[in-house]
């Protein structure tokens, strides 16, 4: 089995900043793509960020110039720097990983538990 971990989360004054973790762990031969997601009360889960295993990235408009996604392969963690916090970046953060679970083996999408994040004004 695959679990993700997240860490990190809580509560911020707006204009703050937050750093996010998640560990995957268990039966892992190789991770393609990470990245992060957030679901806010009443909306449907959107795209925060994602980062493949080379290091190409992608952010949500709303995010650019304020989040930064890094990872490390080594650990199989990736990482959400986030600063300039808004009111409307409360929500519930998880993290996501496609996972080859063994050599020749399809990439499966993973998710983590999830980690609230608040900004307060």
């Known amino acids: 089995q695959v679990h993700l971990v997240e860490s990190g989360g809580g509560l911020v004054q707006a204009g703050g900043s937050l750093r996010l973790s998640c560990a995957a762990s268990?039966?892992?031969?190789?991770?393609?793509?990470m990245g992060w997601y957030r679901q806010a009360p009443g909306k449907q889960r959107e795209l925060v960020a994602t980062i493949t295993r080379a290091g190409s990235i992608n952010y949500a408009d709303s995010v650019k110039g304020r989040f930064t996604i890094s990872r490390d392969n080594a650990k199989n963690t990736v990482y959400l720097q986030m600063s300039g916090l808004k009111s409307e970046d409360t929500a519930v953060y998880y993290c996501?990983?496609?996972?080859?679970?063994?050599?020749?083996?399809?990439?499966?999408?993973?998710w983590g538990q999830g980690t609230q994040v608040t900004v307060s004004l």
């Open positions: 996501h990983a496609d996972v080859q679970e063994a050599r020749g083996y399809q990439y499966t999408g993973r």
């Open positions: 268990g039966s892992i031969f190789s991770i393609n793509a």
